[in-house]
Nanobody
Framework: VQLQASGGGLVQAGGSMRLSCAVS????????MNWFRQTPGKEREFVAG????????RYADSVKGRFTISRDASVYTVYLQMNSLKPEDTAVYYC???????????????WGQGTQVTVSS
C-alpha cells in the first residue's frame, strides 16, 4: 500500500485543520489506517486509528474529543479533522497502515511521508 499525506500548515491555537491521507494499492493486510505524530527528539506517537472496512475508531487520550478520524472508501482517503488545536499539537503527522490495532509504531506496515502541522500560540 502507498500512502500520501497532505493538508498540514500553520494555524492559530483554537483553530482547526484537516489532514488527508490518500491510499493506493490497498491489500487484505491493511485492515487499519492510523495517524501518528512526531516532534523533534521524541518518539513517534499514536494519534488515531480507524478500521478500514467497518469504520470503528480509536484515539489517543491527548486528542480525544478534539480530533476525529474518518475515511471515505469511495475515494480511498483517510482524514484527520483536528479542532481546538493547541501549540502542543505541533508535530509532523504521518499516516500508516496496519494489519491490527496498534498503539505504537510496532506493528505499523506502510508509512506515508509526513506533513507538518504548526499551531501558534
Amino acid at each position: 500500500v502507498q500512502l500520501q499525506a497532505s493538508g498540514g500548515g500553520l494555524v492559530q491555537a483554537g483553530g482547526s485543520m484537516r489532514l488527508s491521507c490518500a491510499v493506493s494499492g490497498l491489500t487484505t493486510a491493511d485492515n487499519f489506517m492510523n495517524w501518528f505524530r512526531q516532534t523533534p527528539g521524541k518518539e513517534r506517537e499514536f494519534v488515531a486509528g480507524i478500521k478500514w472496512r467497518e469504520g470503528s475508531k480509536r484515539y489517543a487520550d491527548s486528542v480525544k474529543g478534539r480530533f476525529t478520524i474518518s475515511r471515505d472508501a469511495s475515494v480511498y482517503t483517510v482524514y484527520l479533522q483536528m479542532n481546538s488545536l493547541k501549540p502542543e499539537d505541533t508535530a509532523v503527522y504521518y499516516c500508516a497502515s496496519s494489519a491490527g490495532v496498534i498503539t505504537s509504531t510496532a506493528g505499523a506496515g506502510s508509512w506515508g511521508q509526513g506533513t507538518q502541522v504548526t499551531v501558534s500560540s
